[in-house]
């Protein structure tokens, strides 16, 4: 949502409440030199068992501040903001003209309640020289399978920016061996996912990660429905009539709780146009694409590229007959596995990202994007036997993207991903099929906020079979801390010691460095 002309703050305070409208905390993203998006959700009372509700009525005045002190001292923007219950009673404000480089405090006031104070930064103006940039990268986070120690970790290490990479809610009705509960309902329609994430959202932990600095966003599948693929559904939980309308309202629930601009819900491969989504003059209307993938340039020292894996891939191929979402295949034995017409970013997708290649002005390249991006045969001694659900049933798909790496003589490349609930690190090959392919980068797959994962009895064995790995961990859960320097970039996994604790403590699982100009990962 847009800001509304400013109003004295007499005007904010019409609404007496009763209870904390700010129970879901506050919010920072997608900055700019000169800007950056500011997001809370107005919520009503808790319910007799303690569960988050939709606040009732009609549209809701919330006034914003940002200051260059906690105590808001000196001001630098305010502004007034509407919470329309059309979206859920969320407000986007995207806050504009502050100073570059510079971190800010904000909060919200709406009538007789101020919210939590949130810490966010902007960028340094384009070009400019940047001496370090710490980002941390994370995913996976499901409720039920532990508690979220690893966000209030993440928040004390006070980085620059989070790179989500993907599931942030999950969609199922709950989980065997449950460290937490959710309502015990699949998530189907756009009030679920509204209190689906009102649930994740009132996490102390995460409410603190998001507080201490801004974030940017991809998505995968779990936003919507496991394994889905495009326009087609997956494979879990009960059949809808309309699989369009949910994943209309998933993505619509995913806008109402990040703090991305109104700019998302243009038509996403028409590029960011004016004045969409609320507020703006072009209402994004329901079924429309919503535009994940952009590119960020933090002054001279790195490139942001986000991609969407998921909103125009192709359905995989080489899954048992009649049966939708992942399988485990045999690629010798699939000859729809080598089509050059399938994508995993989908076609007009895959055209922005060769053309942003081509523009270099960081010293880091960085794609942030939601899955494993290496070959990993999963099978010991000859054969093959791949996943079909990422980068591995979509070979033409990253062949194009490594030789567009190659064409542009993209600087630096790394490659962060997340999905596999797992920490793999390792070389990016201009050609998986080739053994002794040239190097071209380096890639970062994390593993999960709190998901499980298979533990660590093929491990070895799996590193053995893909030497262009060098390291994995398949049982611990947490973060990836990343420093970039204009000399090299340090990445240090953080794992925390008990997932099943929200007190637990956290630990370095291993440190790697890349120097700038040698695509070779270095174990500390």
Not at 40 to 52: D, S, V
Not at 182 to 189: A, E, H, I, P
Request: proline fraction near 7%; charge should be neutral.
């Amino acid at each position: 949502m847009t800001a509304v002309p400013a109003l004295p703050r007499r005007a904010w305070a019409t609404a007496r409440f009763s209870h904390d409208p700010f129970a879901l905390g506050v919010a920072s993203g997608s900055p700019a030199h000169d800007s950056v998006v500011l997001w809370t959700r107005l919520m009503g009372p808790r319910g007799p068992l303690g569960g988050m509700h939709p606040l009732e009525g009609g549209p809701v005045a919330v006034g914003w501040e940002v200051a260059e002190d906690e105590r808001f001292t000196r001001i630098v923007a305010r502004g007034q903001a509407l919470a329309r219950p059309e979206w859920g009673h969320a407000v986007h404000v995207e806050a504009q003209g502050l100073p570059p480089q510079r971190w800010l405090h904000y909060r919200f006031v709406c009538g007789d309640a101020t919210s939590p104070v949130g810490r966010t930064c902007t960028l340094p103006e384009p070009g400019a020289n940047l001496s370090r940039l710490r980002v941390a990268y994370a995913s996976c986070q499901r409720w039920e399978h532990g508690h979220f120690a690893a966000w209030r970790h993440l928040s004390e290490e006070q980085p620059d920016a989070v790179v989500f990479l993907g599931d942030y809610i999950y969609e199922y009705p709950g989980a065997t061996r449950a460290v937490r509960h959710v309502d015990g309902q699949w998530v189907l329609t756009l009030e679920d996912y509204r209190r689906r994430y009102a649930l994740y959202r009132s996490d102390p932990a995460l409410q603190a990660a998001h507080a201490c600095c801004p974030w940017w966003y991809t998505w995968d599948d779990h936003e919507v429905q496991n394994d889905y693929a495009g326009e087609q559904p997956g494979d879990s939980g009960p059949p809808v009539a309309d699989f369009a309308a949910r994943r209309a309202a998933a993505y619509q629930a995913w806008y109402e709780h990040m703090p991305v601009r109104a700019a998302t819900l243009a038509r996403a491969l028409a590029g960011l146009g004016e004045g969409a989504g609320p507020g703006g003059t072009a209402p994004w209307r329901v079924g429309e694409p919503v535009r994940v993938h952009q590119r960020v340039d933090i002054g001279r020292l790195a490139s942001l590229v986000l991609l969407d894996t998921r909103q125009y891939r192709d359905p995989q191929a080489c899954g048992p007959a009649g049966r939708l979402g992942s399988s485990s295949f045999d690629p010798d034995a699939c000859a729809a596995w080598a089509d050059p017409a399938r994508s995993l970013l989908g076609a007009a997708q895959e055209r922005w990202l060769d053309e942003t290649l081509g523009r270099q002005p960081g010293t880091w390249t960085v794609l942030g994007q939601s899955t494993l991006f290496g070959m990993r045969d999963n099978q010991p001694g000859p054969g093959r036997r791949l996943w079909n659900d990422g980068w591995d049933g979509y070979p033409a798909a990253r062949r194009r993207l490594t030789d567009a790496l190659q064409r542009h003589a993209v600087a630096n490349p790394v490659i962060l991903g997340g999905d596999v609930h797992e920490n793999w690190v390792g070389h990016v090959l201009a050609d998986y099929e080739q053994p002794g392919a040239k190097v071209l980068g380096v890639e970062f797959c994390g593993t999960g906020i709190s998901s499980r994962s298979g533990g660590n009895a093929r491990t070895a064995q799996r590193l053995a079979q893909n030497p262009h790995f060098v390291f994995a961990e398949g049982e611990r859960k947490g973060y990836g801390m990343c420093e970039f320097t204009p000399k090299r970039l340090t990445t240090t996994l953080r794992v925390v010691e008990d997932v099943q604790r929200a007190d637990s403590g956290i630990q370095t699982l291993a440190r790697f460095t890349v120097e700038a100009g040698h695509a070779r990962i270095e174990r500390d």
